[in-house]
């Protein structure tokens, strides 16, 4: 199957590529949360990266959980709603806190339809507090970012 994130890197900046398309990119364990964190934390330690461009594999960039473990009551998504919240709390959201910890800009490559309109979630479930929008052909090179804490999430949508 492979791992969870495909990183690649073009001088200072750092493609993490989300590699579940048969799932839609959906993260559903321990190990993608765990997966995302060590990315982060790398990442952090690395002074040349200037900025990380976050992506899909397939034809989807995440679907956020997966809905068939969610139904099935299965995995991250067993237990009694308490259990889940917690879990929740110490699992999935990790993921926010380890992208707000980043000295970098985050560049969210979401593939979608030009008619597409994404929106982050609010502060309180989220640390992203503004979402830029681009849209285009193709995704404009990263020019010479000055390190800055991940507080925005700059989002390109990449036609269908």
């Known amino acids: 199957m492979g791992p969870f994130l495909v990183i ?10 989300i590699n579940r398309p048969d799932q ?10 765990l997966a995302v964190e060590t990315f982060c934390r790398d990442i952090a ?13 397939g034809t989807a960039f995440c679907a956020g959980g997966n809905v068939k473990d969610m ?9 009694s709603p308490y259990a889940l919240r917690n879990a929740y709390r110490d699992g999935m959201q990790r993921i926010p806190m380890a992208l ?8 969210a490559a ?3 339809c030009p008619a597409a309109f994404w929106t982050p979630s609010p502060p309180s479930a989220a640390p992203a507090t503004q979402a830029d929008i681009n849209t285009g052909n193709t995704m404009a090179p990263v020019p010479n970012v000055l390190p800055t804490r991940a ?10």
Request: hydrophobic residues 50%; negative net charge; charged residues 25%.
């Open 100 to 107: 707000y910890e980043l000295e970098v800009p985050v560049v």
């Open 151 to 160: 507080t925005e999430l700059d989002v390109v949508l990449r036609p269908c």
């Open 45 to 57: 330690r690395d002074a040349s990266v200037r900025a990380i461009v976050l992506t899909g594999a």
């Open 24 to 33: 839609r990119n959906a993260i559903s364990t321990a190990d993608a949360v």
């Open 71 to 79: 139904a099935a009551r299965s995995g991250m998504f067993a237990g």
């Open 110 to 112: 979401i593939k979608a």
């Open 8 to 17: 690649e890197r073009d001088g200072p900046v750092v493609t993490a590529t």
